[in-house]
């Protein structure tokens, strides 16, 4: 059932039974009224008319007792009844002439009549006066009270249900709309509004709709934004990561390019050279080739620091204990300020991307401290242990500057990229009383 409906049908029946009360009322008051003028009219009529009867009577009046009665007539609420000493009927009271012909419902008669009253007067001479009350009027006069009040509360009735009606329909008809609302933007339509909206709580309803869809559009539309946000940094990291694996290839190749075929040509040419040195009889010549040799020993040394950078042919053979001290050794024997000092424990086997992440993070933490740092000692420590490889860089040196995050540093965020795609942690701050510490966790048994 409508609300609309519910609240006409509450209206309307609350209007009935304040009719019904106001009835009730009615019929209780006119039967209270009615039985006391009754009783007081039966009252007088004995008083006054019984007592004249008794003296007319008493002094031998008979006929002029009829005549008071006749001239009487109807008496309202009694009727009176002369008889003679035989029983024979001399008078009765004539039928009333108000309402003639008219008589209210047996019902209602039975509901508002008193107690039968009578009073009867032995008179002289074997003469009886009988004096009954009757409420025929009075009850008739009460229906067609309450006959008016019954009329009058149908009529309020159909008019406050009308009025109700209206005032109802016009009280709830936003409510559609703003149901049609709920519904369009049930249906994803966020950019729905309602308009301003008669009556105060529907407008107020109304208002609350309107900064609820907004916050749901915004909400919406901020989740958009940030799911497209993660998918293009999802896809920017599988590019990445591509790149890198592309980039870590190429270093590969590279590396063993310049090991094994770049690597045997200047040994080659160093041997050539120093053939052409120790044979040649032409003091210029050998000098000559003197110089290429060296030239190619220096050449030689240089290549050998740089394959390290790239890819360490050791790291895959040899494991990244070894790798690493290898890379220590050769970089305190061409820098021998600052001391380098190394400390690992290390499993033999601690798979290839867990290796390569630790051996970019002790490699660019080197390089930055013997750029950068002007430390006077570098401490690395790498141990595995429950499940995860632990890797710091440590110096005394300068410490960090105070803008070292800034845009343009792409070896530690490289390195941050790197170690969080394999579910690491990393992370660079300035340790008491100077220096710098690099830090990385690397959970082992993952691949990327």
């Not at 940030?226 to 890198?244: D, G, I, M, N, S």
């Not at 030689?300 to 001290?325: K, N």
């Not at 300035?430 to 082992?444: D, R």
Request: charged share 20%; proline share 5%; glycine share 8%.
């Amino acid at each position: 059932m409508k609300l609309r409906t519910r609240l006409n049908l509450v209206l309307t029946g609350l209007t009935v039974v304040f009719v019904a009360v106001l009835v009730a009322d009615e019929i209780r008051n006119t039967r209270s009224s009615v039985r006391e003028e009754i009783q007081a009219a039966n009252l007088v009529a004995a008083q006054v008319l019984g007592r004249l009867a008794v003296i007319y009577a008493g002094a031998g009046e008979g006929p002029a007792l009829l005549d008071l009665v006749q001239q009487l007539g109807h008496v309202r609420a009694n009727e009176i009844t002369l008889r003679d000493a035989a029983g024979e009927l001399l008078y009765h009271s004539p039928p009333p002439t108000y309402k003639a012909g008219r008589e209210a419902p047996q019902w209602f008669t039975r509901l508002l009549a008193p107690e039968p009253a009578q009073e009867r007067f032995q008179l002289p001479a074997g003469m009886q006066l009988v004096i009954d009350a009757q409420p025929s009027r009075s009850i008739l006069d009460a229906w067609d009270d309450l006959t008016r009040l019954v009329i009058i509360g149908v009529v309020m009735v159909a008019v406050v249900s009308g009025l109700a009606f209206w005032l109802v329909e016009r009280a709830l008809a936003p409510f559609p709309v703003i149901v049609s609302g709920l519904e369009r933007l049930q249906r994803g339509e966020l950019t729905v509004r309602l308009p301003p909206l008669s009556g105060a709580e529907a407008y107020a309803i109304g208002a609350a709709f309107n900064r609820m869809a907004r916050a749901v559009e915004d909400n919406v539309r901020a989740e958009r934004e940030a799911q497209e946000a993660r998918t293009r940094l999802e896809e920017r990291r599988e590019l990445a990561q591509l790149v890198e694996q592309s980039i870590e290839e190429e270093r590969h190749l590279i590396a063993h390019e310049l090991h094994d075929e770049f690597g045997q040509s200047v040994t080659a040419i160093r041997s050539l050279a120093m053939a052409i040195a120790t044979q040649s009889q032409q003091p210029d010549m050998a000098n000559a080739a003197r110089l290429i040799s060296a030239e190619a020993a220096r050449l030689y040394d240089a290549m050998h620091g740089l394959i390290p950078r790239l890819a360490p042919p050791s790291l895959d053979t040899l494991g990244l204990a070894a790798t690493l001290e290898s890379l220590v050794a050769d970089w305190q024997r061409r820098h021998p300020t600052p001391l380098l000092s190394l400390q690992h424990e290390l499993p033999a086997d601690l798979g290839g991307s867990a290796t390569l992440a630790a051996y970019r993070v002790v490699q660019e933490g080197l390089v930055n401290a013997l750029r950068h740092a002007q430390a006077a000692h570098v401490a690395i420590d790498v141990t595995a242990s429950v499940g995860k490889l632990r890797v710091r860089v440590e110096d005394d040196g300068v410490g960090l500057p105070e803008q070292w995050s800034r845009p343009g540093r792409f070896g530690l965020r490289g390195l941050e990229e790197r170690v969080e795609r394999l579910g690491g942690t990393f992370g660079v701050r300035n340790v008491a009383p100077h220096g710098v510490s690099l830090t990385a966790e690397i959970p082992l048994g993952v691949s990327a």
